[in-house]
């Protein structure tokens, strides 16, 4: 079985930092690309950064400049440093894992439950 949980969500005033994690955990053989999607109430859920396992990343529009990605195959985690947020940024962050179980397996998205960042004004 595979685990990817969230956390380091919370509330944070306009203009203020949060850091965010995400740890895969179980019959991990190999993590392909890790991704932060958010989803505020009544809107779809986007993608808000990725990096792949070779550390390419790729980034929203709306976050360029403000959120870096960054990951460490090592330890199986991914993390997303948010800073200057903005009351728009308030969501439910997700973490999404491409994880292959075994040599012969293809790889699979993982989600996470999610973690709550919310931005006051």
Do not use: H
Request: hydrophobic fraction near 35%; aromatic fraction near 10%.
């Amino acid at each position: 079985q595979v685990q990817v949980v969230e956390s380091g969500g919370g509330l944070v005033q306009s203009g203020g930092s949060l850091r965010l994690s995400c740890a895969a955990s179980g019959n991990i053989f190999r993590i392909f690309t890790m991704g932060w999607y958010r989803q505020a109430p009544g809107k779809q859920r986007e993608l808000v950064a990725s990096v792949t396992g070779g550390g390419i990343s790729n980034y929203a529009d709306s976050v360029k400049g403000r959120f870096t990605i960054s990951r460490d195959n090592a330890k199986n985690t991914m993390f997303l440093q948010m800073n200057s947020l903005k009351p728009e940024d308030t969501a439910v962050y997700y973490c999404k894992s491409a994880i292959a179980t075994s040599v012969i397996r293809d790889a699979t998205d993982y989600w996470g439950l999610g973690t709550q960042v919310t931005v006051s004004s």
